[in-house]
């Protein structure tokens, strides 16, 4: 399928809008990392996964888990721009009853892989799920998005470890490398470089992109896909509050929403 950009970028502003919407009509969530990963989630639901929103639960499908629970509401727009379920259903996020929870769950909601929340967790799930896949001798691919904050939890190196051994070649992890988390600047909380040389030394073939750079995105994706004896990690380095300046780069944001004043401002400048 041709990559056709202008529509990729036009489906990641109404993605942004729709995120700004949804956190207003909360009262509370993310806004920092959703907004940094919506080129990431446009170009996976727009044209890198193997999937079908009316067929949330076909077999063949590619599967992505989302480690960082926090930015699900990039997730939960994505899908709805994808054809999941309507838009508007967005606007429930976090209320009582809703299938739009604060963290996903994957009984709840069709075409969610896993329950997540807990930071760390995310990458042996995946590695886990790819391993049985193989196992099985299914064809399709195994994603799991996840943050760098989480880098410093123990587990994700487990989940490192586990699939650098068995050479999961079916497993792409794409890392949110944004340097914030809810405290500050990843490289002052916890120093996480040289993050590229720590995955290679446990056997990951590792991209470097722009995380807003669709076309090079993509290209990681696929380049992924042609590597047969380890597991790929994309190092997508992103900017997080993407497409509104006035937060772009505040770790104050990461989980802080926008008041009716703010929302206003920052639908003006995504629509813009």
């Known amino acids: 399928m041709a990559l056709d950009e202008t529509a990729l970028k036009a489906h990641a502003r ?5 995120i700004i919407e949804m956190l207003l009509a909360a009262g509370s969530g993310h806004t920092a990392g959703p907004l940094g990963m919506t080129d990431i989630f446009t170009a996976l639901y727009f044209h890198v996964l193997k999937q079908d929103p009316k067929n ?40 009582f009853g809703s299938r739009m929870q604060g963290h996903p769950e994957r009984e709840v909601l069709p075409g969610v892989e896993s329950t997540s929340g807990p930071l760390g967790s995310g990458l042996s799930q995946a590695a886990g799920y790819a391993y049985a896949a193989r196992m099985d001798g299914k064809s399709f691919r195994v994603f799991c998005a996840m943050s760098d904050g989480e880098q410093q939890e123990g587990n994700t190196w487990e989940g490192v470890m586990f699939a650098g051994k068995y050479k999961l070649a079916n497993l792409t992890a794409i890392m949110d490398r944004n340097f914030i988390q809810i405290d500050g600047n990843t490289e002052d909380i916890m120093p996480l470089e040289p993050m590229r040389a720590k995955y290679e030394a446990f056997n990951w073939h ?31 380095r992103t900017i997080p509050g993407k497409g509104v300046k006035e937060i772009e780069n505040d770790y104050r944001w990461h989980g802080k929403p926008p008041t009716k004043e703010e929302a206003e401002r920052f639908l003006a400048e995504i629509r813009a």
């Open 14 to 18: 109404d993605i942004r809008a729709t």
């Open 56 to 95: 949330p639960e076909w077999e063949e499908r590619d599967r992505l888990f989302l480690s960082n629970g926090h930015i699900t509401p990039v997730r939960y727009a994505t899908m709805a721009h994808a054809g999941y379920y309507p838009v508007e259903e967005c606007l429930t996020l976090r209320k």
């Open 206 to 236: 590792v991209i470097d992109v722009d995380g807003h750079d669709i076309p090079a995105f993509v290209a990681a994706c696929e380049e992924a896909t042609r590597v047969t004896d380890k597991p790929t990690l994309i190092l997508a």
